[in-house]
């Protein structure tokens, strides 16, 4: 904090702290080292990082605290300690099924309830806790495009934008965020698009989970008595480690097995396929309202380190204190290598169609990490390593 009465603060969507000059309300950015003029993109990219801090300060999460471990003994307190210890011990292990998220007896007997697969859906997306960064779809408009294709009247317009949008290609985040805007609205064909460029893994795997069962686990892989999209989860991201998912060979021969044994439902969906086939542990640097890994860079250098054999997954059977703590520090090591330096005016020689690519993508990873739940979602919970929870 500074000690200058006349400078606040304002924090960017991956956590830095940018000074902000009370007189002028302008931002007060870093000196740039290389030389580069900078001017012609200054009233935009500020108004942008004020946009940004503002998404993240209206969060539903704003007030979310995390339990913290409280170390020592208050007279007349009930003491933490074993409380924390039992909750640092689920990380040591793969989630047990059903104690993620499950489903009631009650929420399962309302979902049997609902009579229509239009209903069914909704409900699906709704419980996914996925929602739309990129265009405001209301609660009511969730599922209102038909298997058939036919839109609700109401939400002609909505529908028109989102379709226009799904194939968007201006980078890998926007691809998946109007893809998944089209699957909320009721063309899951979209919900998933690229899972090789992005940071938000959790966010790609909760769509990927809602995919299935809204499928029936069918995809473009389906072969005769094998579902695709099931056989594709385990494959691409069990079998390779993909996507902030533990590379788990064993796991992945069981999920194998359902994708060649499973049968949808009557309505074509498998809505309590995370019963049947677990959840899994989801590394994702973008929580807490803040997206320390947009682009996924991070996890893809600790993956490629994984892969050489420099540190172990913390996710393994076999990690130990000592090499947890490695992975923690290559981890810590990254980010400061890697962050996204929004304290740097942008440069006047950057194209216009780059610059506003940059200021579009720092705005919808503001979003993401503003409506992101702070444990992950029901089927791509957060995993942490046990050591850094006392941090």
């Given at each position: 904090?500074?000690?200058?009465?006349?400078?606040?603060?304002?924090?960017?969507?991956?956590?830095?702290?940018?000074?902000?000059?009370?007189?002028?309300?302008?931002?007060?950015?870093d000196?740039?080292?290389?030389?580069?003029?900078?001017?012609?993109?200054?009233?935009?990219?500020?108004?942008?990082?004020?946009?940004?801090?503002?998404?993240?300060?209206?969060?539903?999460?704003?007030?979310?605290?995390?339990?913290?471990?409280?170390p020592?003994?208050?007279?007349?307190?009930?003491?933490?300690?074993?409380?924390?210890?039992?909750?640092?011990?689920?990380?040591?292990?793969?989630?047990?099924?059903?104690?993620?998220?499950?489903?009631?007896?009650?929420?399962?007997?309302?979902y049997?309830?609902?009579?229509?697969?239009?209903?069914?859906?909704?409900?699906?997306?709704i419980?996914?806790?996925?929602?739309?960064?990129?265009?405001?779809?209301?609660?009511?408009?969730?599922?209102?495009?038909?298997?058939?294709?036919?839109?609700?009247?109401?939400?002609?317009?909505?529908?028109?934008?989102?379709?226009?949008?799904?194939?968007?290609?201006?980078?890998?985040?926007?691809?998946?965020e109007?893809?998944?805007?089209?699957?909320?609205?009721?063309?899951?064909?979209?919900?998933?698009?690229?899972?090789?460029?992005?940071?938000?893994?959790?966010?790609?795997?909760?769509?990927?989970?809602?995919?299935?069962?809204?499928?029936?686990?069918?995809?473009?892989?389906?072969?005769?008595?094998?579902?695709?999209?099931?056989?594709?989860?385990?494959?691409?991201?069990?079998?390779?480690?993909?996507?902030?998912?533990?590379?788990?060979?064993?796991?992945?021969?069981?999920i194998?097995?359902?994708?060649?044994?499973?049968k949808?439902?009557?309505?074509?969906?498998?809505?309590?396929?995370?019963?049947?086939?677990?959840?899994?542990?989801?590394?994702?640097?973008?929580?807490?309202?803040?997206?320390?890994?947009?682009?996924?860079?991070?996890?893809k250098?600790?993956?490629?380190d994984i892969?050489?054999?420099?540190?172990?997954?913390?996710?393994?059977?076999?990690?130990?204190?000592?090499?947890?703590?490695?992975?923690?520090?290559?981890?810590?090591?990254?980010?400061?290598?890697?962050?996204?330096?929004?304290?740097?005016?942008?440069?006047?020689?950057?194209?216009?169609?780059?610059?506003?690519?940059?200021?579009d993508?720092?705005?919808l990873?503001?979003?993401?990490?503003?409506?992101t739940?702070?444990?992950?979602?029901?089927?791509?919970?957060?995993?942490?390593?046990?050591?850094?929870?006392?941090?």
């Amino acid at each position: 904090m500074s000690g200058n009465k006349d400078i606040y603060e304002i924090y960017t969507s991956n956590g830095l702290i940018l000074e902000v000059d009370k007189n002028t309300n302008q931002i007060i950015f870093d000196k740039r080292e290389d030389g580069r003029e900078v001017g012609k993109y200054t009233q935009e990219y500020s108004k942008a990082l004020f946009e940004a801090h503002n998404i993240k300060q209206n969060s539903p999460y704003k007030d979310y605290q995390p339990q913290y471990l409280d170390p020592e003994f208050h007279t007349g307190e009930k003491s933490t300690l074993l409380e924390f210890k039992d909750w640092q011990s689920i990380y040591l292990k793969d989630p047990i099924k059903g104690s993620i998220a499950p489903w009631t007896k009650a929420e399962k007997a309302y979902y049997k309830s609902l009579k229509t697969k239009k209903e069914r859906y909704k409900y699906l997306v709704i419980r996914s806790g996925i929602r739309s960064v990129v265009i405001d779809i209301p609660y009511e408009a969730i599922g209102a495009v038909d298997e058939k294709g036919n839109v609700d009247p109401k939400y002609e317009k909505l529908y028109r934008i989102v379709d226009d949008n799904k194939h968007n290609l201006r980078s890998s985040l926007f691809h998946n965020e109007w893809g998944m805007a089209a699957g909320i609205l009721g063309d899951y064909k979209y919900l998933a698009n690229d899972m090789f460029q992005n940071g938000f893994n959790a966010r790609f795997i909760q769509a990927t989970i809602l995919y299935i069962q809204l499928s029936g686990g069918s995809s473009i892989l389906d072969k005769p008595n094998l579902l695709g999209a099931i056989y594709g989860y385990a494959d691409i991201a069990v079998g390779s480690g993909l996507v902030g998912v533990h590379k788990n060979p064993l796991r992945e021969q069981e999920i194998k097995t359902l994708a060649k044994t499973l049968k949808p439902d009557e309505f074509g969906m498998l809505p309590f396929i995370d019963e049947i086939m677990g959840v899994d542990w989801v590394i994702d640097y973008n929580k807490y309202r803040i997206a320390r890994d947009e682009f996924g860079s991070m996890y893809k250098a600790l993956r490629s380190d994984i892969v050489e054999g420099k540190i172990k997954d913390p996710r393994d059977i076999d990690s130990t204190y000592e090499s947890r703590r490695e992975f923690d520090h290559h981890r810590g090591g990254y980010y400061n290598g890697m962050v996204n330096a929004y304290g740097y005016d942008i440069p006047n020689d950057r194209s216009e169609e780059s610059a506003q690519l940059r200021i579009d993508s720092m705005i919808l990873t503001a979003k993401l990490a503003a409506l992101t739940p702070p444990q992950g979602y029901p089927n791509a919970p957060y995993y942490f390593t046990p050591e850094n929870l006392e941090w």
